[in-house]
């Protein structure tokens, strides 16, 4: 590879989410710029997609290419609706990555709309620079509205072995109480380091050349939290948290297989999910769950009638800091959904969840949040009467 410009080395191509209605795509012009990054062969960049104006942006469907010749894999994706709920889902294809989300909090400016974790090849050379761009023209959702967007492209360079990255922050999403111990990992770290937070942290010490660790001093979000390190050669990196879950199983539907659940820092103890569509035999749903917390948990779902009346039910117990994303009925023994039914999730300490509607004939997955989309406190409850509600069993 040459110390070139390697020409879209990364290209997102837009379009929205949902049907919008109202102004026309001409009425609004937005501007996203998505910010420079450097990271030694090897290490991870963390692509940033932010707007310049600061205006809402509430849902979208981005596409990435990603070129092979200058990234080796996609590390992880990062939505952050800080006080409100999110869900996403990425598709990976080979070197195409197709993503859909949605989000009760309309993102601005900062944290950003979205960050794309890459991982750079470990032959590239010293120097090396690839551009990164949004195609033109570009669709996404302000408050149900169309608008196009006037994009400043990123572009990465390779650096020496001097300066730092970080690939990843854990935990790094929801609540956490004081002396939680926060483990910043990547590459380039040494005891001259320095860390600079927008939280209240101490104790801060070097692990080794991949790993620094930090002790929360006070209840803290970490959700979209900025980090950076400044390295003694006057090199800096940032990144913005997010949980990178460890898939727990694996589908065999291969659209689901391929797909990569995006969760938001709101967790819920309980949760609905519903109303079940009608569907062709290449249609199904799907659950999402991520256990952010710091100790296993126990999970319980009930599938329902469209009246309430129990079909199965099913337990899983998830480790912390894992994730899964399973067609319904590979969760319950085979069970058919019922059109017009729904599914309750119970949790023995809250998680982060969501439900897919994944459509193998389009191979397209498009999230879907809870009935009740309501946002966590500090003590990650999110439950509302709505659980109360009585329901009967089906005998046999």
Not at 94 to 122: H, K
Not at 183 to 211: H, M, Q
Request: glycine share 8%; aromatic share 6%.
């Amino acid at each position: 590879m040459s110390r070139t410009t390697l020409s879209a080395a990364l290209t997102f191509m837009l379009a929205l989410a949902s049907v919008a209605v109202g102004r026309s795509s001409d009425d609004v012009d937005l501007h996203l710029r998505i910010e420079d990054e450097q990271a030694p062969a090897g290490g991870v960049v963390q692509m940033k997609v932010k707007t310049t104006d600061g205006e809402p942006i509430s849902g979208g469907r981005p596409r990435t290419f990603l070129d092979t010749a200058a990234f080796s894999d996609l590390v992880g994706i990062g939505m952050f609706a800080v006080n409100g709920e999110a869900a996403g889902a990425a598709v990976i294809d080979g070197n195409r990555v197709a993503i859909s989300y949605l989000t009760t909090e309309p993102i601005t400016a900062d944290p950003p709309v979205l960050a794309v974790s890459l991982r750079i090849r470990p032959d590239a050379p010293v120097g090396t620079r690839s551009q990164v761009a949004l195609e033109s023209p570009s669709l996404w959702s302000l408050d149900g509205v169309m608008v196009s967007a006037r994009v400043d492209p990123g572009v990465v360079t390779v650096s020496g072995n001097t300066r730092a990255a970080i690939s990843e922050i854990s935990p790094g999403d929801g609540w956490y109480p004081a002396g939680t111990v926060v483990s910043v990992r990547g590459i380039g770290f040494s005891s001259r380091s320095r860390l600079k937070l927008d939280f209240d942290a101490g104790n801060v010490w070097l692990v080794s050349p991949t790993e620094m660790r930090l002790t929360l001093r006070q209840t803290t979000n970490m959700t979209g939290q900025r980090i950076r390190v400044d390295n003694p050669d006057g090199s800096r990196t940032t990144f913005y948290s997010y949980a990178r879950g460890i898939p727990a199983a694996t589908s065999g539907r291969p659209l689901l297989a391929k797909t990569y659940p995006v969760f938001s820092g709101t967790r819920r103890s309980v949760a609905e999910f519903g109303t079940i569509p009608e569907m062709h035999q290449r249609q199904y749903i799907a659950l999402a769950l991520q256990n952010p917390n710091l100790t296993s948990v126990d999970v319980t779902m009930s599938l329902y009638t469209a009246d309430g009346a129990l079909v199965q039910t099913a337990s899983r117990s998830l480790q912390s800091g894992y994730r899964l994303a399973l067609e319904l009925s590979e969760l319950f023994d085979g069970a058919a959904p019922p059109p017009g039914g729904s599914v309750r999730v119970m949790s023995s300490l809250p998680i982060q969840m969501f439900d897919l509607l994944c459509d193998e004939a389009a191979w397209t997955v498009t999230p879907r949040l809870a009935v009740d989309a309501s946002s966590s406190g500090p003590d990650g409850a999110a439950e509302t009467d709505a659980w109360r509600r009585p329901r009967r069993l089906i005998t046999r």
